[in-house]
């Protein structure tokens, strides 16, 4: 035979047949012709072109090829609208002897949801040479057979189709034979054999002969086999069969062992010559053999399985051979019976499982393809659901089904749907296949976040923890997912010119809110925060609610005296005549606390006195009065501890020292409190000694040195702090001091400045003019002349001064 062609000979070959038409494209139909075994990714067709489609529309609707079976043929570019062949096309393979040989395929488009129907017819190419069953073919021919004797010759089996076909046969050499072509009802050739001459089998006993099939492809393909015959003796009759055509039916469903047939030939012959063996002949190779016959009786029996969708009828060659190789050839038709043996396949051939709750009616859920392969009414299908429920199936093209929404959902009724499929044939009996699929019903972001309550309250104790939690709240939102998820923002505002997200936080997923920083019961009584709840759905839903958070007081702040006021540069004290009866108001202290409550009630007590038994202090009132009569033997100098305490718990409290001057004039109170700041001094310096000494011994005279420096400066800056105080001042003037009238112990007061010498402890006085204050004011550090204080008095009042 010729030897085969590659596949790009054949395509240089058959380029002619690469042309791929488009036969029609109607009502949403398209049908291609293409040849067998091209490449991958050639060219099939321009299904963009042929429907009037956009090649944008492709990409947008997804557009995607559902072919039926497991081999997936071509594909689509969805870039240029083309069909191209995605793996090799064998049209043997695909259709055997069918033709013409196709195979349809929908293409589905979404958004909307479009079907268009494909064919592809594929074309035979010369690639397959005709083939015998055998490689020998041995034949035994008597001597006697006369001239004109037919013997039947295994034919080649050619899987290509029209001219690619077996066409022919041909035999050499012809001394004693001739060929004769026949061609059966499926247009499949075979040859038989007939004898010309007479043999002889004294002259020779063999003869080989060379039986070619030529098919009709271009260029040409062919294949041999030899025969060889050996000439027997005479026998001069041979088998006939009763029939030249025998038909039969057996159903599919026919058992293993059943009788299809009872074939019978006669050989006119008489004893052993007579005999006949009964065979089949143009069996392929390699297929598994679903009939035998029985040699002796012609019996023909099932041995496998019959299937009505893969093969309809089988033509079987009969051959009756004596002892001596008389032979005679009959036929058997036999033909397959459908029975409704198969159930119908349903597919989801798109489904995604899920669809949002606000589908309008008339929405498509999925897109069903209901096969069935048995044929007539056993293959037609009907396909249904419950009707209870709110969908129903539309009928497609072809097989092809549509389940769509029937009534609006809601997915806080019903979340899910198990929906049962059943695809019922129309065959005797009917046979039903159920299919259950399990339909999602997506959430919609239709509710907002809400709060169980418009208005929450609660409390916190000042002087909290940064970070502690104040107080939980939480909202409940009935949508699922993303949409339920719920987010906790605090509405900023403002409080004194502060952001409230200075003072508050709030975890965002917990709802829990924080407090950034210690709060202060004495600067914020009170909070109002806005929170929003807000869910996670597009567009997301919310709502908001108040929470007002009440700061509880805690005494956390001491008493703060007013008056007397305390300076560590001067001695202030309350004069006291000798002649002052019982009861009299020495001076009153005057406290504040900023706390409120029962932790801002003060009380007043005297912790220590020069002589206890001379005054008393009030309780609530804090005034300082005499409990006895001044007497001679009393001391000038009269020292006071005062101890203020607020009523919290724990209690917190504050001393004052109040220093009273017991006299009638001022020049002896004068004389008194100079002894006392002298001595003062002199303990002050002697310590300054001792303290200087021992930092030379250990060498530590810088560093003493630089904390006597701190020390200073920091004590010029606490009285510049209580220069500068905010605290307001509440003045109290006695009223027995008072001599704005001239109704009190002194007919005058007087200010006076006492200036002292270093190695002197005479002081000079200055009478200064009269004035309406009531304390006598001793600076005990006073070194210079009056007009030396006087200008040092004015420094010092100046606010940027160093001192």
């Not at 250990?698 to 800056?717: A, E, G, N, P, Q």
Request: hydrophobic share 35%; with cysteine; charged share 20%.
């Amino acid at each position: 035979g010729a030897a085969p062609l590659t596949r790009d000979v054949l395509w240089k070959v058959r380029v002619s047949m690469l042309l791929v038409c488009v036969l029609s494209a109607v009502n949403g139909q398209i049908r291609y012709s293409v040849p067998e075994e091209m490449r991958k990714g050639l060219f099939v067709g321009d299904v963009a072109k042929d429907l009037g489609l956009d090649v944008k529309r492709l990409i947008s609707g997804r557009a995607r090829l559902v072919i039926d079976g497991n081999n997936q043929y071509v594909e689509l570019n969805q870039n240029k609208g083309h069909l191209v062949v995605k793996e090799r096309i064998d049209r043997e393979k695909l259709c055997g002897q069918k033709s013409p040989c196709s195979f349809s395929l929908e293409m589905i488009l979404e958004s909307p949801l479009e079907l268009y129907s494909i064919t592809i017819e594929i074309e035979d190419i010369n690639d397959n040479a005709p083939v015998f069953s055998k490689k020998d073919i041995h034949l035994e021919i008597g001597e006697s057979s006369p001239i004109g004797t037919v013997f039947l010759l295994d034919g080649a089996a050619d899987p290509d189709v029209g001219m690619n076909s077996l066409q022919s046969y041909t035999v050499k050499p012809t001394d004693h034979f001739v060929l004769k072509q026949h061609s059966r009802a499926d247009g499949s050739k075979y040859a038989e054999m007939v004898l010309q001459s007479g043999l002889d089998r004294e002259k020779q006993s063999e003869h080989s002969l060379i039986l070619t099939a030529v098919d009709g492809g271009d260029p040409q393909r062919s294949g041999t086999v030899k025969i060889h015959i050996t000439v027997l003796d005479a026998n001069d009759n041979a088998p006939v069969f009763t029939e030249s055509l025998y038909k039969v039916t057996v159903v599919e469903n026919a058992l293993g062992s059943t009788v299809v047939a009872q074939v019978s030939a006669i050989d006119a012959d008489q004893g052993y010559n007579g005999n006949v063996t009964y065979s089949f002949t143009h069996m392929e190779e390699g297929t598994p053999p679903l009939f035998h016959i029985d040699p002796h009786t012609g019996e023909i029996k099932l041995t496998g399985d019959l299937d009505y969708e893969t093969v309809q009828n089988y033509e079987i060659n009969l051959q009756a051979k004596d002892p001596w190789g008389l032979t005679g050839a009959s036929k058997l038709v036999i033909e397959i019976l459908d029975i409704n043996d198969n159930s119908p396949i349903i597919t989801m051939t798109s489904f995604s499982g899920k669809i949002p709750e606000d589908s309008i009616p008339g929405t498509v859920v999925a897109l069903i393809s209901v096969q069935d392969v048995d044929a007539g009414q056993n293959g037609q299908v009907r396909l249904r659901i419950d009707e209870n429920l709110p969908f129903k199936i539309k009928t497609s093209l072809r097989n092809y089904y549509t389940l769509v929404t029937e009534k609006s959902l809601d997915r806080e009724k019903v979340s899910r749907y198990n929906i049962t499929l059943t695809a019922t044939d129309e065959g005797l009996p009917p046979i039903s296949s159920m299919t259950t699929i399990v339909l999602d019903i997506s959430d919609v972001n239709d509710n907002a976040p809400a709060f169980s309550q418009n208005v929450y309250s609660t409390h916190v104790v000042e002087n909290n923890s940064p970070g502690v939690s104040v107080l939980a709240i939480q909202a409940t939102d009935p949508d699922r997912g993303q949409n339920a998820r719920i987010s906790y923002y605090l509405i900023d505002s403002e409080l004194n010119g502060n952001p409230m997200s200075t003072y508050f936080s709030i975890n965002s997923e917990k709802g829990v809110i924080h407090s950034v920083r210690s709060l202060d019961y004495e600067q914020v009584k009170e909070f109002k925060i806005l929170i929003k709840a807000q869910d996670g759905g597009s567009p997301p839903l919310s709502s908001n609610t108040t929470v007002l958070i009440y700061v509880q007081d805690q005494n956390d702040n001491a008493p703060q005296v007013l008056y007397p006021v305390q300076t560590s540069s001067s001695l202030v004290a309350e004069m006291v005549p000798r002649s002052a009866d019982v009861g009299y108001l020495v001076t009153k202290v005057v406290a504040v606390d900023v706390d409120s409550g029962q932790n801002a009630w003060l009380s007043y007590k005297l912790q220590k006195a020069t002589e206890r038994a001379l005054f008393e202090v009030g309780l609530q009132n804090g005034e300082i009065r005499t409990i006895r009569q001044v007497n001679d033997k009393d001391a000038v100098k009269q020292r006071l501890v005062v101890v203020v305490e607020d009523n919290g718990q724990p209690s917190r409290s504050t001393t004052v020292n109040v220093n009273v001057a017991v006299a009638d004039s001022f020049p002896e109170v004068l004389s008194e409190f100079t002894d006392f700041t002298h001595d003062k001094e002199y303990n002050d310096n002697l310590t300054f000694y001792l303290v200087l000494a021992l930092a030379v011994v250990s060498f530590l005279f810088i560093t003493c040195l630089v904390v006597i420096i701190s020390v200073k400066i920091y004590r010029w800056r606490q009285s510049r702090i209580l220069y500068h105080s905010d605290l307001p001042v509440i003045p109290y003037y006695p009223p027995r001091y008072a001599d704005t009238l001239g109704t009190g112990t002194l007919q005058h007061v007087y200010n006076y400045e006492v200036c002292r010498t270093t190695d002197s402890r005479k002081s000079d006085c200055q009478f200064a003019r009269p004035c309406s204050q009531n304390v006598l004011i001793i600076d005990p550090s006073s070194t210079g002349t009056m007009q030396r204080i006087q200008n040092e008095k004015n420094i010092l009042d100046e606010p940027d001064s160093p001192l």
